[in-house]
T-cell receptor, first 117, second 110 residues
Framework: DVKVTQSSRYLVKRTGEKVFLECVQD?????MFWYRQDPGLGLRLIYF???????EKGDIPEGYSVSREKKERFSLILESASTNQTSMYLC????????????????FGPGTRLTVL | AQSVAQPEDQVNVAEGNPLTVKCTYS??????LFWYVQYPNRGLQFLLK??????LVKGSYGFEAEFNKSQTSFHLKKPSALVSDSALYFC????????FGDGTTLTVKP
């Protein structure tokens, strides 16, 4: 079974802190994703990576950055956390191949519920 | 640009009755379509997908979905609902950089 793990289930940080959210997948997937989930807004893509050291902005990249130094690990960084970044953060991965995996399902981690005070 | 609409925020059904969760899409090119389920405080789990071929797709936990190209729809169905099916359901278009709908909360009452 594919396993996607996230470093924390719950996290509480203060405004202005630098926050790191880590995600690891064990299935050699090319694609990795970071989403935030807010009630009534569904899933919004923050960043997407289709290969090591490659990244693309999603729909809401402002205030976030990412790092992918190894194929299995994709980190989301909040450079200076703000209260409007309080949310559920979901990491996912999928097989990519040459077409970036248009027909491949995503496998999700359990999520990190981040509260910024 | 691609988009997905789930017109119902909430669907309520009685246990044992059939259920339908609606999804319509807009995409240029091939409409690869997916359904995911999310149980409380969990990540999303893949249910089924349509890539090509038979318009009726069968997936996990007895769910199926019907692809209708002329109506640009991909509705999720189950012949007999269970209380344990109560969850949040998401429709998505395209793998890779997917676009997700806003989700539909399904409540199955005993």
């Amino acid at each position: 079974d594919v396993k996607v793990t996230q470093s924390s289930r719950y996290l509480v940080k203060r405004t202005g802190e630098k926050v790191f959210l880590e995600c690891v997948q064990d299935m050699d997937h090319e694609n990795m994703f970071w989403y935030r989930q807010d009630p009534g807004l569904g899933l919004r893509l923050i960043y997407f990576s289709y290969d090591v050291k490659m990244k693309e902005k999603g729909d809401i990249p402002e205030g976030y950055s990412v790092s992918r130094e190894k194929k299995e690990r994709f980190s989301l960084i909040l450079e200076s956390a703000s209260t409007n970044q309080t949310s559920m953060y979901l990491c996912a991965s999928s097989f990519g191949a040459s077409d970036r995996g248009f027909y491949n399902e995503q496998f999700f981690g359990p999520g990190t519920r981040l509260t910024v005070l | 640009a691609q988009s997905v609409a789930q017109p119902e925020d909430q669907v309520n059904v009685a246990e044992g009755n059939p259920l339908t969760v609606k999804c319509t899409y807009s995409v240029s090119g091939n409409p690869y379509l997916f359904w995911y389920v999310q149980y409380p405080n969990r990540g999303l789990q893949f249910l089924l997908k349509y890539i090509t071929g038979d318009n009726l797709v069968k997936g996990s936990y007895g769910f199926e979905a019907e692809f209708n190209k002329s109506q640009t729809s991909f509705h999720l169905k189950k012949p007999s609902a269970l209380v344990s099916d109560s969850a949040l359901y998401f429709c998505a278009v395209r793998g890779g950089k997917s676009t997700f709908g806003d989700g539909t909360t399904l409540t199955v009452k005993p």
